[in-house]
């Protein structure tokens, strides 16, 4: 299965990272056996041997004993050779823990505080708390940083090692040091995990208007499914506009991002995808889509990424809808995970996509038609607590994102 996603983890605390190696990193344990074989090997340009001498030199001079771990080494091995590519927040290792996390998000249902993050300039930064996830109820945003996990620094360990730490069984606790970047203040949080089931597909309509609000949070499977099902309902309720809500979506499965796009557009290009050796491939819109005419506006932040910016991309370039908020995420690559031996997986960037015009969004993200801020005192109104609102309420909520779509729509 192909993912498309920040390379990020959800820290069940979602961790949902969207990776094989030959040679002495391709199994469980390196231990003195698999050493002595790769000495002889010198093949695919990486030194074998070397690798050997230093496995050999912590093996018999490091002083503490009892932090020799085989399968930690070993990680922390395959974990450097990933993170040398440079692809930060892209391509990832993920150890058994984090595979299991992640085939459970994808399904819909998992444990955890429901938070999404990834490593950027050695800090751990949250890219998107789950939709009424324990993370968003603490109040965790876009972008704060995790500085300490039950009072010990994180700052600069593996992204493995931080997800061990926050992950967890629901119905126990875990203590959050987190930085807000934009007002530089720091904060404990205690955030009780719980099992959390993903609904990546909600609607309402906006109070006092004839305009659907349609969320979508996330791209697992089906979800194409679900938004047929949310657009039907749509139609039936005579709307005469659609906001499309994908603030804070992290991605997710590549071909639900492509089928979820075709379902606004009637023809055309939804992305392009360029692989290692540098050719462009267009991928097309599936006919049949729901919701090609009506007027539409998309929401997006700093946390949307990867599907959701194929979707807005596609979106942006065919003209078919304005885009307002903030910059989005800047995810590129469509990333094919790789299964190891012991049930870890490498998870590699194996093709670069572009938006239908050709614009790059790896690492440079995608630039609202209309720049909104939210407030920081201010987060998101999403359906299904937008639908208990009376007009004065949803005005007095202060989402300026969702204000401005209104009153685009309205003027249309």
């Known amino acids: 299965m192909k993912r498309i996603g920040a390379g990020k983890l959800f820290l069940g605390f979602v961790v949902c990272a969207f990776i094989g190696l030959g040679g002495v990193v391709t199994g469980a344990l390196l231990d003195r056996a698999v050493v002595a074989e790769v000495y002889a090997r010198q093949d695919r340009g990486l030194n074998y041997k070397l690798i050997g001498q230093a496995w050999d030199?912590?093996?018999?001079?490091?002083?503490?004993?009892?932090?020799?771990?085989?399968?930690?080494?070993?990680?922390?091995?395959?974990?450097?050779?990933?993170?040398?590519?440079?692809?930060?927040?892209?391509?990832?290792?993920?150890?058994?823990?984090?595979?299991?996390?992640?085939?459970?998000?994808?399904?819909?249902?998992?444990?955890?505080?429901?938070?999404?993050?990834?490593?950027?300039?050695?800090?751990?930064v949250i890219l998107a708390p789950l939709d009424d996830s324990p993370a968003q109820h603490a109040g965790l945003k876009s972008g704060d940083i995790i500085m300490k996990v039950n009072g010990k620094d994180v700052t600069g360990l593996p992204l493995e090692q931080?997800?061990?730490?926050?992950?967890?069984?629901?119905?126990?606790?875990?203590?959050?040091?987190?930085?807000?970047?934009?007002?530089?203040?720091?904060?404990?949080v205690t955030i009780v995990r719980a099992k959390i089931n993903v609904r990546n597909v909600t609607w309402t309509r906006v109070p006092g208007t004839t305009l659907a609000d349609l969320r979508i949070a996330g791209f697992s499977d089906g979800l194409t499914k679900e938004v047929r099902k949310a657009l039907r309902e749509i139609k039936?309720?005579?709307?005469?506009?659609?906001?499309?809500?994908?603030?804070?979506?992290?991605?997710?499965?590549?071909?639900?991002?492509?089928?979820?796009?075709?379902?606004?557009?009637?023809?055309g290009t939804v992305v392009l995808q360029k692989n290692s050796k540098g050719m462009i491939k267009p991928v097309s819109v599936q006919p049949g889509g729901l919701a090609t005419i009506i007027p539409m506006v998309v929401l997006i932040n700093q946390g949307t990424a990867s599907g959701a910016e194929i979707v807005a991309g596609a979106l942006q370039d065919a003209k078919r809808a304005t885009l307002v908020g903030e910059k989005t995420f800047g995810t590129g690559t469509v990333l094919q995970e790789f299964r190891l031996s012991d049930g870890s997986a490498m998870l590699l960037a194996i093709a670069e996509w572009l938006t239908p015009a050709g614009h790059v969004i790896w690492h440079k993200g995608i630039k609202p038609d209309i720049k909104?801020?939210?407030?920081?005192?201010?987060?998101?109104?999403?359906?299904?607590?937008?639908?208990?609102?009376?007009?004065?309420?949803?005005?007095?909520?202060?989402?300026?994102?969702?204000l401005k779509a209104v009153?685009?729509?309205?003027?249309?």
């Open 57 to 124: 030199l912590i093996v018999e001079k490091y002083v503490d004993r009892k932090a020799i771990q085989s399968t930690k080494l070993t990680y922390g091995a395959i974990s450097g050779m990933v993170n040398a590519l440079g692809d930060t927040g892209h391509s990832a290792f993920l150890n058994p823990e984090m595979v299991s996390i992640e085939s459970h998000y994808l399904e819909g249902n998992f444990s955890g505080i429901g938070a999404q993050i990834q490593i950027k300039n050695g800090h751990v």
């Open 162 to 188: 931080v997800v061990s730490r926050i992950a967890g069984k629901a119905g126990t606790t875990v203590e959050l040091t987190i930085l807000t970047p934009k007002t530089g203040q720091t904060r404990e």
């Open 236 to 267: 039936k309720s005579g709307a005469t506009g659609l906001i499309l809500d994908m603030r804070d979506n992290p991605g997710g499965v590549f071909n639900e991002a492509v089928t979820t796009a075709s379902q606004f557009l009637s023809s």
């Open 372 to 402: 909104v801020s939210l407030p920081t005192n201010i987060t998101p109104l999403y359906p299904d607590k937008e639908k208990k609102l009376s007009v004065a309420q949803f005005k007095a909520k202060g989402d300026t994102q969702l």
């Open 407 to 412: 009153e685009l729509l309205e003027k249309k």
